[in-house]
């Protein structure tokens, strides 16, 4: 408890470091789309039927409906990948949602940790995680013909692909996959938390191909955007938008009965510092110890549907064998581990 306690005074006492910050347009957005991320967590959307409407977690939405559900993927092969495809007709919008990681066989995906050949997807000399790209492709064929035919329908729409956490790591590749497909198709990319997914070939071909319209966003000292360590040739995409609120969710539970609604982390426009360059010290970076309770307070609590008290013990302990090793590497080189056991925030 003492030791919790102390790395939040060290989040909300540290001197912010300077920046360029977001204007309230791309707030609305970064916010919109962390609830596309969430969705992907609720098995609810994981259902027959064609055309349902989509449901998300408590406070995100004025309503559930908001999107419609056109195809999901739950669990698919060894690998567990899951996702949803969904439309927003109110923005025009094509979402392809990855889930993050909720089980030990994602875990598996994440322990993958040696580089691979990706060259087909973005060049000469592009490496990516092997574990991130077997689950991208235990998909991708599926991924790609539901979009065509959904865009087909809807070629004014735009596509947004995003995902939190492994889901992050599976929106990159699937970005890099559907530009080389279509390069002239409008679609941008949103991920939240995600660690390193190849190599720094791969990260640029993320950076050229999306430009303005990539968003990788970090929340203060989440531990798991520093995973795969850069000493291994992983490299994350440019520009970083780092979150620099602190997290209010449990510091307000206590007086929850006077909020209209369950406390979700407040982010102004002026808390989001946009970081150019692929590892920029401003910004996850910076901070000399870490907090996994930082990584599923991205606007609102984006794995909330994932919540399982019974596996969550097991969760916590891999969630503390990885902090120990990002506490042991910070004494030295700033690089994370080869594996990400903790991409769940604690969920199972």
């Known amino acids: 408890m003492l030791l919790s306690f102390l790395l939040f005074l060290h989040v909300i006492f540290i001197i912010p470091p300077c920046g360029a910050t977001v204007n309230s347009a791309l707030l609305a957005t970064l916010e919109r789309v962390s609830g596309y991320a969430a969705?992907?967590?609720?098995?609810?959307?994981?259902?027959?039927?064609?055309?349902?409407?989509?449901?998300?977690?408590?406070?995100?939405?004025?309503?559930?409906?908001?999107?419609?559900i056109v195809h999901s993927f739950l669990n698919v092969n060894e690998h567990d990948t899951s996702g949803l495809i969904m439309l927003d007709h109110t923005n025009e919008a094509i979402i392809i949602t990855f889930r993050g990681t909720i089980s030990h066989t994602d875990w598996n995906t994440n322990l993958e940790g040696l580089q691979y050949d990706a060259s087909d997807i973005c060049g000469e000399g592009c490496i990516a995680h092997s574990g991130f790209l077997a689950s991208w492709e235990s998909v991708a064929d599926n991924v790609k013909s539901n979009w065509t035919s959904v865009l087909q329908q809807y070629p004014q729409?735009?596509?947004?692909?995003?995902?939190?956490?492994?889901?992050?790591?599976?929106?990159?590749?699937?970005?890099?996959?559907?530009?080389?497909?279509?390069?002239?198709?409008?679609?941008?990319?949103?991920?939240?938390?995600?660690?390193?997914?190849?190599?720094?070939?791969?990260?640029?071909?993320?950076n050229e191909g999306f430009g303005n319209n990539n968003h990788r966003v970090t929340h203060l000292n989440d531990p798991v955007p520093r995973l795969l360590g850069r000493l291994f040739g992983f490299d994350h995409t440019s520009p970083e938008y780092h979150i620099t609120s602190p997290h209010i969710r449990k510091a307000l539970s206590a007086n929850k009965k006077t909020l209209a609604k369950p406390a979700n982390l407040v982010v102004a426009a002026d808390d989001i510092l946009v970081l150019p360059g692929p590892e920029?010290?401003?910004?996850?970076?910076?901070?000399?110890?870490?907090?996994?309770?930082?990584?599923?307070?991205?606007?609102?609590?984006?794995?909330?549907?994932?919540?399982?008290?019974?596996?969550?013990?097991?969760?916590?302990?891999?969630?503390?064998?990885?902090?120990?090793?990002?506490?042991?590497?910070?004494?030295?080189l700033k690089f994370g581990t080869m594996w990400d056991p903790v991409s769940n925030g604690g969920h199972p």
Do not use: W
């Open 39 to 68: 969705a992907a967590y609720c098995r609810t959307n994981y259902r027959s039927g064609a055309d349902l409407p989509a449901t998300f977690p408590p406070n995100t939405f004025d309503q559930d409906g908001f999107c419609e």
């Open 280 to 332: 920029n010290e401003a910004g996850s970076l910076r901070y000399s110890c870490t907090n996994i309770e930082m990584h599923d307070e991205y606007f609102i609590h984006i794995a909330a549907c994932a919540v399982d008290s019974k596996t969550s013990l097991l969760s916590r302990f891999a969630i503390d064998i990885c902090h120990i090793l990002l506490l042991c590497c910070n004494s030295g």
């Open 157 to 206: 729409y735009d596509t947004i692909i995003t995902g939190h956490s492994l889901g992050g790591t599976l929106a990159h590749i699937c970005a890099a996959s559907l530009k080389k497909m279509r390069p002239n198709a409008t679609m941008s990319l949103y991920t939240y938390a995600s660690p390193r997914v190849g190599n720094l070939i791969f990260a640029n071909s993320i």
